[in-house]
């Protein structure tokens, strides 16, 4: 990797800002708390503010990861006002635009936007206007091209933001192939500087998107995504899930907001269907509904007038009500990071709330056939920018990765819920610090600490003789002893090592590799074609840290439930004790008085 992506790998968060950023001592500083306070009505910053504002009025490239809710607007909002010249703010969303011009416009804030939705005299008029006003724009054209070369030899450019920056990645959750094209930018105006901003971003995608966008020793502000007042738990999916869902909501969350989230448009509608049926005051919320429908929902939503919105991942970016109280995943989720996105749109006001997903495995071939036919995916996007059909391969295979990673969480019945998705997000969780707000280390069950030390080495054998480039579900898919076309066609159904984890149970082979990689004995990483620019991710083992597995120096310990008939010595690994499903009670935790502290991230007592 280049020297300016070395922070961008898993690290404790929070330890490393320079501080420099947080002085005082910056010539725009009065000004900052002035707008800070008095136009914006803020008594104060919130953690890293002050210092990406810092960082890009210097000049510098900047990077921002910042929970949803964090603040990341006003990271560019002030910026725009201390700086002469205009802020161009590139966003993957007209409704996102719309709510923020609405709020910038009533802060008497000079502002408007460019979009495939308005008419061409009026964009026309818009660009004339352009060198007197902040203008924030939806698209990226060759006339808005053009106008900003212009406005850059004026010197009225003064940076540009790219809001939701992980679009820019076909590897993440949420690719936007208009987004794509954005990289031209940084090498038409390589002086002028860039703030890219995510909630939500792997290290690979990390990676992904500095590149995309040439981003030069940007300085990159990380915190932690860890969200202490969420109660993640993964339930079996059966037949009689509904009536699960109204139960849950009448125990728990009784007349409280919620997303119940849902793969297809049938299912949004069959879903509020049932649950209205239920008593409950609900709706759906999907792509194939027109603007007026889907703005109409959302009005009812921020009224109140409704509690519950059945929806695609068609809605919520930008969403911001603080007192949504459950997320409930009907189905599936398509990647881990989105998983934790959205999820992240509950208790944004530090109240404790609740994360439900529903998971059974034939979820997953559906969530694949979707995958295969991208076309009825539900999308609000504008695509302004063609994608060369060439890519649309790799496209899909990073989607199945992710989608494959997802159905590892879910059979995952043993680690931390939270180390598991923070692990995935490039941060380190101590899975002590989860004070059992997830449903596996809130079990009662019995565990036993067992060595896997055996299975690790094979793994990190698979992963040397079949040379160091394939991603971990395929060596998975090879320790299973698969017969795909894939494996036939590298002749890797040959290999002494392929099917030797046939006979564990289901979960365990995944777990192992994952503690491979969290431990640093093989690192992922991510591989780029130089013929279509795509990427896909690989591990390649870590020989100094392989060698001390191999020497014995180290062993490796996983813990397993035991379940009444279960027999270790048989050299088996039973996956679950034959009990109840976990369906928590929220209410009846102790926990219930404790609130987040937005700043520290800490749980209080209230
Ligand atoms: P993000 O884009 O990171 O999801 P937003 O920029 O939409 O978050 O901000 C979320 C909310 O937090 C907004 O209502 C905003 O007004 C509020 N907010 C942002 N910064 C501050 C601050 N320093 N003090 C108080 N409220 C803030
Ligand atoms: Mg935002
Ligand atoms: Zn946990």
Redesign the pocket.
Known sequence: TSPQLKHLNIEYTDGSIDKKWKDAEFPWNQKLEFY?KEV?G?????RN?REVINATMSGCDVFVL?????????TYQIPALISTGVTLVISPLVSLIEDQIM?LLQANIPATFLSASIEWCEQQEILRDLNSKTCKYKLLSDVLIRQLEMMNTHRSLARIVI?EAHCVSQWGHDFRPDYQGLGILKQKFPSIPVLA?T?TATASVREDIVQALGLKDCIVFRQSFNRPNLWYTVIPKTNKCLDDIDKFINENHFDECGIIYCLSRMDCEKVAEKLQACGHKVSFYHGSMDHRQRTFVQKQWSKNEINIICATVAFGM?I?KPNVRFVIHHSLPKSIEGYHQECGRAGRDGQQSSCLLYYTYSDYIRVKNMLSRPNEQDSCSFVYMQVTPSRTGKVLEANLENVLRMVDYCENNADCRRHLQLVHLGEKFDPKNCLGTCDNCSKSWTWIEKDVTNLAKQLVDLVKTTGQRHSSSYILELYKGSLSHVVKKYGHDGLILHGVGKHLAKGVASRVLHHLVVQDFVVESVKRSDTYGSISSILKVNQSRVDSLLSGKETIMLRFPISDKDDFENGRYESAPAKAPYVPNFRSNSDKNKTLDIKTNVLQTK
């Open positions: 800070n914006f803020n008594h104060s910053f919130r503010q910042m929970p949803t809710g964090g603040g990341k607007s006003l709020h809001d901003l909630a930008g911001n």
